[in-house]
Every structure is written in structure tokens, then in C-alpha cells.
């Protein structure tokens, strides 16, 4: 089946120590797009690749990098985490949202990420 | 006020009764809607989406959009245990990005 895989499902990072959370899909879509969800929460959208173009928004902190080597893999890097980085982080594709004229987007399961 | 709004809940339903879930929203430009259903510490999955007003049915879901009142719903009909989940709505327009409702968490008692 075609799917966005997330990995890890969990991770636990220190307090500044730099974390990397990646995702995979076999969708062939162009767009990739990491949030950031909290409990309770609506999924914040942190950035997107569109093909490799990447899209930054306007309050996504600095500390939040990202990294797209090909069109089936992207990583999100946190690079000196704090306590109020935990949460979910999750994955999503869509398939040519400017072509489609639609942005259906399909998640992985998500990374929990704990910081101690 | 928020763009779009949604109960969060939580809602507790007895096992074979009709949900419905629903949003507002105040952009009368989103164009489509989608229902997600995320169970705990899971990522979101896609149920349903729709363009136009009425209704669409998918099985035992159904998803209708009222556009003149900026109101969107979910419904549920013979509710299962295993439909309980945070349902997130969400809305778009064009290529632009998603706007989520914060989600309903529902739980069907056996």
C-alpha cells in the first residue's frame, strides 16, 4: 500500500541536543509538509517542499530546519530542542496541490517527541 | 475569532446511536472540506472530502456542507467502539494551505 511512514514513533531528546525526525512516502507526491501538533491542539504547520522548493511560515522559530534529498524522503530537524518542542510532529503529502487545485493531504502516524 | 470552529468535546455516545460532528467556519472562500479521524498518538486520517454543499455518504459516514451558513458536518450512523477518535476538520481553497479545526474527541461505550 502507498503510504507516508514516519520515524521514529517516539523519540527522546535532551534538553538542546539536536534531533532529527524523518519521513518516507511511496506516494510519488510533490509536496511534503511538516507540523507541529500539541495536545488538544489543531496541527501547526511548520514548513513545506513543494518538488524542492521549501516554504518556510512566518512563525516557524529558527530552531526548526529541514531537509528534502529526494522526492520520497524528508527530515525535519529541531536543532537545539526545548521543553516546549515536545509534541507530535507529523508528516504529510499532497499531489500537485497547484495542478489539482485542491490540497488533499494524507499524514503519517506521527513522532512523539519527548524533552527531558 | 477563529477561522474555523469546532467543539472539542469530549462527546460520549452510546454504541449504535447517529454522531454528528461539526464546524464553522468564517472564509466564505474555502472551497473544499475534508474529515479527519485521528485515534490517540496516531497522525490524522483522511475520511472523507467534499466541494459543494449537500451530501456525501462513504458507508456508514456521511458529510454535509451547508456553504450559506458556513457550517459543515459529520455524521455517524450505527456508532462502533472502534469509532472512537479525535475528529479534526478542515478546509481549503485552491493550492493554499489547510486550516484545521481543533477536533471533537468522541468515545462510543460498548
Known amino acids: 500500500d502507498a503510504m507516508v511512514i514516519q520515524n521514529p514513533r517516539y523519540q527522546v531528546t535532551q534538553f538542546g541536543k539536536p534531533v532529527t525526525l524523518s519521513c518516507s512516502q511511496t506516494?510519488?507526491?510533490?509536496?511534503m509538509y511538516w507540523y507541529q501538533q500539541k495536545s488538544s491542539q489543531a496541527p501547526k504547520l511548520l514548513f513545506h517542499y513543494y518538488d524542492k522548493d521549501f516554504n518556510n511560515e512566518a512563525d516557524t522559530p529558527d530552531n526548526f530546519q529541514s531537509r528534502r534529498p529526494n522526492t520520497s524522503f524528508c527530515f525535519l530537524d529541531i536543532r537545539s530542542p526545548g521543553l516546549g518542542d515536545a509534541a507530535m510532529y507529523l508528516c504529510a503529502t499532497s499531489r500537485d496541490p497547484q495542478f489539482q487545485a485542491k490540497n488533499i493531504q494524507y499524514f503519517g502516524a506521527g513522532t512523539r517527541l519527548s524533552v527531558l | 475569532q477563529k477561522e474555523v470552529e469546532q467543539d472539542p468535546g469530549p462527546l460520549s455516545v452510546p454504541e449504535g446511536a447517529i454522531v454528528s460532528l461539526n464546524c464553522t467556519y468564517s472564509n466564505s472562500a474555502f472551497q473544499y472540506f475534508m474529515w479527519y479521524r485521528q485515534y490517540s498518538r496516531k497522525g490524522p486520517e483522511l475520511l472523507m472530502y467534499t466541494y459543494s454543499s449537500g451530501n456525501k455518504e462513504d458507508g456508514r459516514f456521511t458529510a454535509q456542507v451547508d456553504k450559506s451558513s458556513k457550517y459543515i458536518s459529520l455524521f455517524i450512523r450505527d456508532s462502533q467502539p472502534s469509532d472512537s477518535a479525535t475528529y479534526l476538520c478542515?478546509?481549503?481553497?485552491?493550492?493554499?494551505?489547510?486550516?484545521f479545526g481543533t477536533g471533537t474527541r468522541l468515545t462510543i461505550i460498548p
Open positions: 506516494l510519488n507526491h510533490n509536496v
Open positions: 478542515a478546509m481549503g481553497k485552491g493550492n493554499e494551505k489547510l486550516t
